[in-house]
């Protein structure tokens, strides 16, 4: 199904409108329970110095580094997914009404992070929940039914459905997210 951009996004500034830094605790969740909640608990029983990571990226980054506790193969994490992290340390009860599109928006940063490079922030507009991928040049948009998928390299070529949400929120709950 193709639609052109406009008609899914508004106007093309609206799509990038979303700051680079913003992070969610929602995308920090699952980026915390795989990476950090075997040894540091969950919130808000955190343990080892965790509790210095609420909203402070830079103190994970240095505590990685540093190799504290043996945190050094933690080195892969993106800054976008430690803002997520400390996002998610300092506000861990926003994370639990995550949207079914932001789980499987989560998923799919996971899933497909050598293509999707870093967790994203989420935009709205209209009944769609989108992230915008630059460096893969895609934006991933949902809306109460369908994925969609947005080539910004290709603007001629429109907007395709890949799929269904519940497919989508099937494969991502089986995942964890």
């Known amino acids: ?24 605790a929602a995308a920090g969740l699952p980026l915390y329970e795989y990476n950090c909640q075997s040894c540091h608990g969950t919130p808000p029983r955190l343990r080892d110095g965790a509790g210095s990571g609420a909203g402070n990226a830079a103190a994970i980054r240095t505590a990685i580094t540093r190799n504290k506790g043996g945190m050094g193969y933690l080195s892969v994490l993106t800054d976008s997914e ?30 497909f992070a050598a293509v999707l490079q870093g967790t994203q922030p989420s935009g709205t507009t209209g009944p769609y929940t989108y992230r915008c991928y630059a460096a893969a040049g895609l934006c991933i948009g949902i809306d109460s039914a369908n994925v969609y998928l947005y080539e910004l390299n290709n603007p001629g070529k429109g907007i395709y459905a890949i799929g269904t949400l519940s497919a989508y929120l099937g494969q991502a709950q089986s995942n964890g997210f």
């Open 82 to 111: 430690l803002s997520s992290i400390a996002a998610y340390l300092a506000n861990p009860a926003a994370a639990t009404a995550v949207s079914s599109a932001d789980r499987v928006l989560n998923w799919a940063e996971s899933q």
């Open 1 to 24: 199904m193709k639609r052109t951009f406009a008609a899914f996004f508004g106007l093309a500034g609206l799509v990038l409108a979303a700051p680079a830094g913003a992070q969610s």
